[in-house]
């Protein structure tokens, strides 16, 4: 079993940038893939990025990309997501996810284990 710690999040400009972390225990986390999911007010909750078991594979939602970047360090449990140009429309709680296996997935449906999530909030 994972629980997952997201941190980070806060107040930013538009064109800021917020690096968020997700701290991870568990004696398994390299066996996880991992992801980060995002819900805005009143909408639903929608992919972000992921990252296999190993780091060499990522994806990316269309609306971040270029943007963001997904990372993570297997010997200290953690994974990062790199927010650069933040946008308005980026305002949401920010989930990160983990998914017994090593391969990166982008439904939310397959992620067996969530944070409590972290408030992002970007003024324009």
């Known amino acids: 079993q994972v629980q997952l710690v997201e941190s980070g999040g806060g107040l930013v400009q538009a064109g800021g940038s917020l690096r968020l972390s997700c701290a991870a225990s568990?004696?398994?986390?390299?066996?996880?893939?991992m992801g980060w999911f995002r819900q805005a007010p009143g909408k639903e909750r929608e992919f972000v990025a992921a990252?296999?078991?190993?780091?060499?594979?990522?994806y990316y939602a269309d609306s971040v990309k270029g943007r963001f970047t997904i990372s993570r360090d297997n010997a200290k449990k953690m994974v990062h997501l790199q927010m650069n140009s933040l946008k308005p429309e980026g305002t949401a709680v920010y989930y990160c996810?983990?998914?017994?296996?090593?391969?990166?997935?982008?439904?939310?449906?397959?992620?067996?284990?969530w944070g409590q999530g972290t408030q992002v909030t970007v003024s324009s």
């Open positions: 996810a983990a998914r017994p296996g090593q391969v990166a997935v982008t439904s939310q449906t397959l992620y067996s284990y």
């Open positions: 568990g004696r398994t986390f390299s066996s996880y893939a």
């Open positions: 990252i296999n078991w190993r780091g060499d594979s990522t």
